[in-house]
């Protein structure tokens, strides 16, 4: 029984007397003939869920509608489904000023969507069906009839008026229907003579916070919902008319499908434990960024998309003769029918089954992997062509990019490297860095075990597993050296790049320099071995062992107690736990600092003063840190620290003002020019003033061995 009127609030459906249940809702009515079981319409709702991200959903569901409808009244005419109309009007705010986004002006917010059809009606089955929750009449179409619920989560209430032809009469029906109070209107009344089929269906006042997660101009709801119906483009049998139109905006999606997306389609079936699945492949020859993907479609409409599985050789970018194209997979069984959530957003199927019922029960893992053999054979010499392509843009960007990462490849399976073959360098780097950090993952963990003979195991059996670990460690190890190394190279020519002129004739300010040498602002315990760049001045500085700071102050350097507040650019100690490894006399030093001051590019005021002159400046810090009391970082005293052998480097270019103070200095010129050195017996200091090119040269130099191993030129 369906109660209709302007206070409907609960819904009934009737069951024989003989199937009631032996406990029912208080509010259900049993009578001799049967009983009604009562359904709040406010509480479906509620407990009806939807989310932000799908909120077109309720207008996907009314063009469904519309589909079925003129299916119903085309069904049993000589008229093709062709003759079929469906108009979505999209109706916006008509505010005068809109919101900007980025540089471009937004659409005003969608207020209500309206969809006509004429398709067969609302007659009296369809009314009778529409007021019945839960209703069957449309199941062999993959309806659950729940569809209505839908419209009322994202809408505040819907308008439909339908005119339509039954038992010869032409009829027209109107109501409105909102959560409360639920239906209202709805008699079918006589409008004259003439065979008039139209219906309209209209979702009013469009929640905000759906409106403004969904899509929201007019081409990406058309992409969108053509996406969502494709299934009726590519089935046999055709599909209606169906035009998107936003004011004086019209968009064709038989014309979308036909020139922008559809290339070919072809069918295939495939058994999953004795279940049968149908999928429609398709190549779309589109340019709007489509990705490739499967979707799984529950009533002829789509219900869930993920990516394929990983199949060598289908990443971004495919082609075959006809040219590029985008691979979508449509999978349709009464299975996936008979699993689909009410709300049509995903499917009652386990990812996977373990245990008593693994055998039986179908998991989404045993579907993809049947997918995977389907596309394979679809797909065929594209595959093959593109996984070529693939690896060929992969060994090119490790062989003259990324040479660390060879002899990690081995330990990679192929299916793991799929690769585009467009792919970028920052792309590829990322995905073998994160092969690698598996590797290393994998190994660390092994690691603990591979020692430990298992039950049973032989002992040819013992050896062969402790040698693969080994040359698994090997090779990680082999391209941790290699990226070092790597980084070298890197590093040196970013540095000869930084100091060439800029385009506006100024050369880069002196903490550029300062910042690829060593990170500006940090000590020991904020530099890793790897994150200091000390080896382009000198390899030994690398390993300071007690303290190093970048322009910190000494007062805050935590090995002297001189309050002086002056940054050197570079200092670092080296303290010697055992004075016999240099001298067999007690009193020899344990200890030696060492100064890096870097000066800006070309810079060539040099004067008088420790402001003016990098010599003088830099044997100043040695000075005051020697007066200060040199100390450990644990605070223990270190033996003639007022004495400790200092080792001044000075980093700048040799311009005709620095020359002159390396002469004052009676430093001597190196025979290549681009040195000065000497020994400052009073300061108990070598110092050494070296050119940027220089610098550049001899670190190039001192790694040339390492680069040649790697296959990288000497300079960049």
């Known amino acids: 029984m369906v109660r209709s009127g302007p206070d409907i609030k609960m819904q009934t459906q009737k069951f024989p007397a003989a199937v009631a249940p032996k406990h029912i809702h208080k509010s259900a009515k049993v009578t001799a003939k049967g009983f009604y079981v009562q359904s709040n319409l406010e509480g479906r709702i509620r407990n009806t869920t939807l989310p932000k991200k799908h909120g077109l959903i309720p207008l996907f569901e009314a063009v469904v509608n519309s589909i079925h409808a003129i299916e119903e009244r085309f069904a049993s005419t000589e008229l093709s489904l062709s003759e079929g109309a469906i108009e979505i ?38 009314w009778t069906s529409f007021n019945l929750l839960d ?33 010869d009469r032409s009829l027209t029906r109107e109501f409105t229907f909102s959560s409360n109070p639920g239906v209202t209107g709805g008699e079918a009344v006589a409008r004259g003579s003439g065979e008039v089929h139209e219906t309209s269906v209209r979702l009013i006042d469009f929640s905000k916070s759906f409106a403004e997660a969904v899509y929201k101009t007019t081409p990406t709801i058309a992409r969108a919902l053509l996406e969502h119906c494709l299934w009726y483009f590519v089935r046999e049998g055709g599909v209606p008319s169906m035009v998107v139109i936003d004011g004086s905006e019209r968009i064709d999606l038989n014309d979308l499908f036909d020139e922008h997306m559809h290339a070919e389609a072809v069918a295939t079936s495939f058994d999953v434990k004795g279940t049968t699945f149908e999928a429609t492949h398709v190549k779309f020859r589109t340019n709007i960024g489509k990705r490739h993907v499967v979707s799984y479609c529950a009533g002829g409409r789509l219900v869930m998309e993920e990516t394929p599985p990983n199949i060598p050789g289908l990443t971004g970018n495919i082609s075959d003769d006809r040219g590029s194209f985008t691979y979508a997979c449509y999978l349709t069984s009464a299975f996936l029918d008979a699993k689909v959530f009410e709300q049509r957003i995903g499917f ?43 690896a060929a843009r992969l060994q090119d960007f490790i062989s003259n990019k990324a040479p660390h990462y060879q002899p990690i490849l081995a330990h990679v399976p192929d299916a793991e490297l799929n690769i585009d073959p467009e792919a970028t360098d920052r792309e590829l780097d990322l995905l073998l860095h994160k092969h690698r950090y598996a590797i290393e993952e994998d190994i660390r963990a092994s690691g603990h075990s591979v020692l430990q003979p298992k039950s049973e195991e032989t002992a040819d059996a013992y050896k062969e597993r402790v040698k693969a ?15 070092y190394v790597m980084h070298r190279r890197v590093i040196l020519d970013l540095l000869r790049e930084a100091l060439n002129r800029r385009n506006d004739g100024s050369m880069v300010p002196e903490n550029v320099v300062h910042e690829l040498i060593a990170p500006l602002r940090s000590t020991s315990e904020d530099i890793e ?28 350097s935590g090995i002297t107690s001189s309050s002086d507040r002056v940054r050197p650019d570079i200092l670092s100690l080296n303290a010697y736990e055992n004075p016999h490894l240099f001298s067999d006399r007690s009193s020899a030093p344990q200890a030696a600092i060492t100064v890096v001051e870097i000066k800006r590019p070309m810079r060539n005021d040099y004067g008088d003063g420790d402001d003016k002159n990098p010599i003088q400046q830099a ?12 100390t450990t970082r644990q605070g ?29 200095a009676s430093l001597t ?7 000065y050195f000497g020994f400052n017996p009073n300061y108990n200091a070598y110092i050494e003033v070296i050119d940027f090119e220089g610098l550049v040269d001899m670190a190039y130099q001192r790694n040339i061995a390492f680069f040649d191993r790697l296959g990288l030129p000497a300079k960049g």
Request: hydrophobic share 40%; glycine share 8%.
């Open 619 to 630: 044997l100043g810090y040695l000075k005051r840190l020697r007066e200060g009391q040199v």
């Open 348 to 390: 009652d199927i386990e990812e996977e089954v373990e245990g008593l019922f693994a055998e039986q029960e179908i998991t989404l893992r045993d579907i993809r992997a049947e997918v995977g053999k389907e596309i394979l054979a679809f797909l065929g010499d594209s595959l093959t062509e593109n996984k070529q392509a693939g």
């Open 135 to 167: 209703s069957t009449h449309k199941i062999a179409k993959g309806c659950r009839g729940i569809g209505r619920l839908m419209w009322l989560k994202a809408f505040t209430y819907v308008s439909v008026a339908s005119n339509y032809i039954e038992n």
């Open 89 to 126: 009007i999209i109706e916006r705010d008509s505010q005068t000023e809109l919101d900007v986004v980025g540089k471009k002006m937004a659409s005003p917010r969608i207020h209500s969507f309206e969809i006509r059809d004429n398709g067969v009606g609302f007659t009296d089955a369809n």
């Open 469 to 483: 670990y080994v040359e698994r460690v090997q090779d990680v190890k082999q391209s941790d050296l290699a990226a």
């Open 529 to 556: 071995f790897g994150m200091n760049n000390l080896w382009l001045v000198d390899e030994r500085l690398s390993f300071h062992s007690e303290y190093l700071g970048s322009d910190r102050s000494l007062m805050s």
């Open 636 to 664: 223990r005293p270190i033996a003639n620290a007022d004495r400790l052998p200092g080792y001044v480097y000075v980093l700048a270019d040799l311009t005709t003002k620095l020359k002159e103070q390396c002469n004052y």
């Open 669 to 675: 010129e190196a025979a290549d020019g681009l040195r």
